[in-house]
């Protein structure tokens, strides 16, 4: 067969890997110039690794992306090493990435309430029931089950950081998939996502995989007799289609799709998101640091601040301390029209909070990225929502993280749906 794949992507690519080996014809349209979607990285002249977009990791848990990994034979390339992440309690921060820190956090207090939220904790690791859980919201469930105090310190804030106005309908399917599938030692790969991302595509050219990049696929229509035409300047036949693009983008693409799945797609909620990267001179987090949890009522002005170089060595990026500061957003927030300087001065404050003596003089380099589709947002009974891989259209299948549900939103939920769309393509 003769398949198209939009999208060069992680998802898209574990497919493309998958349809070659099994003797077709692949050819992937990416209307950006580089591969690995929003995994992709940039890289400075003095820097030997790359540096994500949008801050990424693996977990020891993500089974679909490391078994790809082994099936390329780059065991040896993926590091795992435990950074330290912390939460925030009465101006302070204290790590919590172990049980035995997790007890001694005096966020929570010393009685039932910590008690409350080590059962919580430990049911819903244990259980698998998630179609349950669906049919009521996190907000809600929390409450009862954990209690007002554990749900104020600990979910509410990350569900108000993540969903913004939505929190509040978010189902608890969600955030048990977060609890269930995470683990404390976070992976990279040597050289950074775009470095696998680049050793992937070349992988994929030497199988005889076809990329076109800074391609941008106008429409797909099915015709009689042609099977689907894709339009990306030239109008070109194929048997079959994958989009692994965003659900509106996919409606754009395909207009002739029935209205019901059209209406279902563009009926997905999702929230955008707005990173701040920086290179500074020295270390901002002197305990060494990797990932605050940063609740919004204490004026913070992201979510997010991650010190990438306390997860791995400065010494890869020339000795600078590289720095992101992030936030789920939704579309028309006042941060995706701020310029790059209007930015960096909202945000240069709250950088003295994490070391009195941060100044902008350490500020080497600074790069904001943006995109409108980051996060889907799960609403009560969500499964109902999801659309079908293969479309009504006969050889168009569609395959995005607004799929991956219950599961959240990364490159390991990204391999496993790509591979699960070429299986069916290919049954």
């Known amino acids: 067969m003769k398949i198209a794949i939009i999208g060069a992507g992680f998802g898209g690519m574990a497919a493309a890997f998958d349809l070659r080996k099994a ?15 929003l995994a992709g990285g940039f890289k400075e002249p003095q820097w030997n690794w790359s540096v994500e977009k949008f801050y990424h990791h693996w977990f020891q848990t993500d089974k679909p992306m490391l078994d790809l990994i082994s099936q390329l034979g780059w065991d ?19 790590p919590f990435d172990s049980i035995p820190r997790m007890a001694l956090f005096p966020g ?3 009685g039932l309430d910590k008690v409350r939220f080590g059962f919580v904790g430990l049911f819903l690791r244990l259980t698998n029931d998630w179609r349950s859980l669906e049919k009521t919201t996190a907000d ?12 104020r310190k600990m979910w509410e804030p990350l569900l108000v950081g993540k969903f913004g106005p939505y929190y509040h309908d978010v189902n608890m399917a969600w955030l048990w998939a977060r609890i269930k599938a995470r683990t404390t030692r976070l992976g990279t790969f040597q050289g950074g996502f775009q470095c696998f991302a680049d050793k992937f595509a070349e992988r994929l050219r030497m199988m005889g995989v076809e990329f076109r990049l800074q391609t941008r696929v106008k429409f797909i229509k099915h015709a009689p007799d042609k099977g689907l035409l894709v339009d990306a300047s030239l109008i070109e036949s194929f048997d079959k289609v994958l989009v692994t693009t965003s659900p509106n983008l996919m409606a754009k693409m395909c207009p002739d799709l029935p209205e019901d799945y059209l209406q279902g797609l563009l009926a997905l909620k999702s929230m955008g998101a ?13 305990q060494g640091y990797y990932w605050f949890n940063l609740p919004k009522e204490e004026g913070y002005p992201f979510l997010a601040l991650v010190e990438h170089t306390n997860f791995v060595s400065p010494e890869n990026f020339g000795g600078d301390h590289i720095v992101y500061a992030g936030d789920y957003l939704e579309l028309g927030h006042e941060y995706f029209s701020m310029s790059d300087d209007e930015l960096l001065e909202r945000f240069l404050p709250a950088f003295q909070k994490f070391n009195p003596a941060f100044s902008r003089a350490w500020i080497k380099k600074v790069w904001v990225f943006r995109t409108n589709y980051a996060q889907p947002v799960p609403l009560v009974n969500h499964s109902k929502n999801i659309p079908s891989i293969e479309t009504p259209i006969e050889g168009l299948y569609f395959a995005s993280m607004s799929q991956v549900y219950p599961w959240d939103r990364g490159t390991n939920y990204a391999v496993e749906i790509g591979r699960r769309a070429a299986r069916l393509m290919l049954e």
């Open 274 to 286: 707005v990173v701040m990267v920086l290179s500074l001179k020295y270390q901002l987090s002197e």
């Open 23 to 37: 003797g077709h014809q692949i050819t992937i349209f990416e209307s950006a110039d580089y591969v690995g979607g």
């Open 108 to 110: 929570l207090g010393f």
């Open 76 to 94: 040896d390339q993926v590091l795992f090493p435990r950074p330290l992440t912390v939460m925030y309690h009465d101006g302070r921060f204290y």
């Open 140 to 151: 809600s469930w929390m409450m009862k089950w954990a209690g007002k105090n554990v749900y």
